[in-house]
């Protein structure tokens, strides 16, 4: 039998289009989605590879839920399924979600939980111990890794940015560098009441 793939394929997306006919859905599923990104990517060259919107959401999700070795190996072994880590690193969508040092999102915070008519969350504070290292953030052109002074018990973003070369010189020899890493995290928690559908 010539090209069984492709007529399993073919059958999946007749009985895909059989079930939204049925439920006389728009709706379209993330399968179909996938599958379509596959397929139109392997009829192009690899450095112009192109992903729909809910393809590049699952591959954020996906990478930071099973970290980059595991992205990496699904991505290498399925051509066309995932973008590359420096595509993901560069959406619009990942530099708004993106977490800087010493920052508490207050605002989008309170929208959020505005956007799910909920004012209950739980709230969850971890700390883990890192290498002693000092790197440099391109998107904020700040240095990251000293420890951040505080503001009346707040600490202060972006406070070591410079374009001095002095300066920065007189933080890596004066500044403490930081020796933990500490995250809060807030996540809604919803109300349901089974008497009020």
Sequence with gaps: QKHPIL????NLYKIIDDQNNEDNSE?????NYFLDNISSNLCRSKNAYR???????FAMAFHVLSGNIAYEFVRLNVPGALPALSTLQGLPLNKQH??????????????HMNSLKTNIAFAAEDWTAVIKKI???SLTN???????????GIPTTLHYQTDSFKKLRECFSTEDRSHLINIHMIQPIFTFCIWNK
């Design 27 to 31: 709706n379209t599923s993330f399968l």
């Design 98 to 111: 993106r977490m800087k040092e010493a920052e508490f999102r207050f605002d989008s915070l309170s929208a």
């Design 142 to 152: 700040s240095f990251v890794g000293l420890v951040p002074h505080l503001n009346d």
């Design 51 to 57: 992903y729909n919107e809910p393809v590049l959401r």
């Design 135 to 137: 790197s440099y953030d």
């Design 7 to 10: 007529k399993c394929l073919i």
